[in-house]
DNA sequence: CGTGATATTGCATGTTTGTGCTTGTTGATT
DNA sequence: AATCAACAAGCACAAACATGCAATATCACG
């Protein structure tokens, strides 16, 4: 029988409650869930699906609509919450990334609220180990299971948030990472990625270094734009994220330089 | 249990705390175990296999669904229990910590609730530098200004919430500090300090040894108490912070210690 | 060597849980 | 208003389950 479900656990036999937790992650990564297609994945009647979804609400884990269901609508904790809850357009962004994320692999993410989206949207049951010199995503995924996390050390600059410096550095080139998330200031398709600070691009270049493939994910803000610092040209880039309204041209562009470019969903 | 004959361990022929071991162990790399698979595979009824998943829930080391067991789900909510009693008590506590703390000093602050409570009652205009292990404190410092911040890095535990282990220790032996907050799980007049893990223990040990003078704050619970693992003896302690509601003979039995003890003001 | 205590197992028993199906009902869309 | 998809409630069936019981094995001790 052909499986179309790809990269997952044989989603076909799982168990109800395993089901449901199946159906959190998903509702986190791909921000709702649609009746008809968990029934397909799970080989499950809809019926059985719409108990799931039942049961979800009614722990308040979920909220049912038409069709699916939505994450459910956090109300508590404003400070913390706040934190983690990002913009429509971030949020797509970081859902469209994290599809690039295999089972088992070691990510490497650097800081900044891009990277914070998208280390929130990663999927628990992938067994992923994180590699992050951010306490606030080390923070983020260690009150979540499923992670391993290695954090970065090393002097915490006050503007970034996060450890940059020769320490940091070091112990980032004793490891080695599947895929790099390296926060971008500026990307440009010819002049490559920049950053502001030029400790901070030394961490970076360590970064992708010590990464497999590299993956940027910006904000429209940051496309076709440099910086004072150059942590490295685009042939170090192999995927780009960009949001659902980039024009066609941009997008050629970097394709020219063999970007992988992926598009995120518009917002709703 | 003494058992003789234990050359080999084959599936089929294993005694019932081998198996129930065995299923911990397909627990932890499978994420799922089914009944009727282990059945199958152990060469026994379905019923014993039952017995054993019924008697491994019941020490909470798995969580019994229909159809097989998942893995147990780790408490999940210690750290947001403990962020919102940074109000009251643990607050009281931490502002009489605090005051400690003179102009210039480098400070080793540990993980743990109280100590995040101490990091937010830190004055900004001191010009303290803060190491620790914890990304909250981290993150609750970064975003104020004034603080220079050491990060110490390595693997997260998620129980703890923050890096333990050889490499922090190592980070950790490299700093000195004036002033050491580790987070203590029990504290003893007679006994000194105990934590319960046994790498957590060798950390807060790496940071007293790297620091001038400890301050232990500690709620009313930990008082009088022992845990597993030994940290320190009472002589390393200089200062003990306690509630204000702490009786008369144990602030006098850790005095005896010349261990100057710190009265926190009642709460409001 | 025998014997009773304990432990473990498989089986038979009713019970519970999950599932798909059917029947109406509600909701969204034209 | 009309129409169809999604939904809730009830039903029936099968699989998984708890419980009690008997058979067997193991071990301690007389």
Redesign the pocket.
Known sequence: MAKPNVGKVNASEA??QE?QQWILDRLRSHGRVI??ELSAEFD?????I??DL?ELAAQGLCK?????ALPAPAISTPLKQRRQEHTGRKLALARKAVTLVRQGQVLMIDSGSTNAAIASALSEHFGLTVVTNSPEIAQILSEREGFEILLIGGRINARIGAAIGAQAVQEIQRVRADLCFPGACAIDADDGLWGFDSEEVLLKRAMIEASGETVVAVTHDKLGATAMHRVAGIDDVQHLVVEHDVEQAVRAAFAAHNVTVHRADAVA
Chains 1, 2 share one sequence.
């Open positions: 168990m109800p089901r009746a008809a499950v009647s809809e019926d059985s719409r108990r039942r049912r609509v038409y069709g699916g």
